[in-house]
């Protein structure tokens, strides 16, 4: 009983966070529109942590330490500052943050830090930089009156050892959703 109340509780939560927002809405980002939903949508997600860890690597602010192959980085979880609210903003920040971490890992020039699991580690490694996320969201009405709605993926990369802030990005994505759409 309790496993089917889980499942059910579980299956509801994924439901809310697929759905989101599903204002029928128009994207443009990067000069690109195409319907979607007016919520953070998985393709939003592959998105913005694409564009953003290809904009770090070609930074060239990254460097491993002296002796080292990659880089040794903490990649926070991500701040989801939005309407979302409760488990739909966790949902959207764990899966940021995961996605982030996953991205990094894969660039082949970076080693993802775990603090929790570093604690209890046998050799000891000492991360060089921590990446810090914010998910923001700002909503406008246009001349039209339909709504435009900004999220604004705020990356920051500091260097552990001097606290310099060493590199910054923001990650735009726009939606429009015209007022025949909008839900109230």
Not at 40 to 62: C, H, K, P, Q, Y
């Amino acid at each position: 009983r309790r496993d089917q109340v889980m499942r059910f509780s579980f299956s509801v939560l994924l439901v809310a966070f697929a759905v989101g927002c599903t204002t029928a809405t128009h994207r443009y980002a990067e000069g690109e529109t195409r319907a979607t939903v007016a919520g953070f949508s998985e393709f939003d997600i592959n998105d913005v942590t694409d564009r953003a860890i290809a904009a770090l690597m070609s930074s060239g602010r990254l460097h491993p330490a002296a002796g080292a192959v990659r880089a040794v980085v903490v990649a926070d979880d991500v701040i989801a500052d939005t309407t979302c609210r409760g488990s739909e903003a966790t949902g959207l920040a764990d899966t940021l943050g995961i996605s982030i971490r996953e991205r990094l890992s894969e660039s082949g020039k970076v080693d993802v830090f775990n603090e929790r699991a570093g604690q209890g580690a046998k050799v000891r490694i000492v991360p060089q930089y921590r990446l810090r996320g914010r998910l923001t969201e700002r909503n406008l009405r246009t001349d039209d009156d339909d709504y435009q709605r900004e999220y604004n993926l705020n990356l920051a990369l500091v260097e552990i050892e001097t606290g310099l802030e060493v590199w910054q990005k923001r990650i735009h994505v726009g939606k429009l959703i015209d007022k025949k759409h909008l839900m109230n």
